[in-house]
């Protein structure tokens, strides 16, 4: 067993927002799409449940609009409103139908720590927002 990969597949889990944030920019440089973060929260105050959550979505989010949309732009905002609210947006191709199984992952994901997705915007400007209560499940 390899504990240099272990360590480095839990330090992903354990990743802070503001770290997956900063890794995000140098992906999406690499990738020539303009990233833009808004965010009010402060995240140091955020627990490690919704650190470790929102991390985790940040980066897959992140990863299909590198992958799939073709954008050229792409804004990430964060604030507080009866919980933590994470819009995504890029100007890419968007989804060609919405079924409501898109990101069924993060969805799943979402729905251990009582959080939800829903799709805004499926083209041009494609918005997906991710809202999580803070605290997670009872």
Known sequence: RDLRMSRGLGDVYKRQVAE???????????????????????????SPVTQSTLSM?????ANNVIKHSQAERCQIRLNRNHGIVLEFEDDGCGFKEVTGQE?????????????DLKILSQSHLTIIRVHLKEGGKA
Not at 20 to 46: A, N
Request: charged share 35%; proline share 0%; net charge negative.
């Open 20 to 46: 997956e944030l900063l890794e995000l920019e140098r992906l999406f440089d690499l990738s020539d799409i303009v990233l833009t973060v808004d965010s009010s929260l402060d995240l140091d105050s955020l």
């Open 57 to 61: 979505v940040l980066r897959e989010l």
């Open 103 to 115: 990101l069924h992952s993060i969805r799943e994901r979402l729905s251990l720590v009582d959080g």
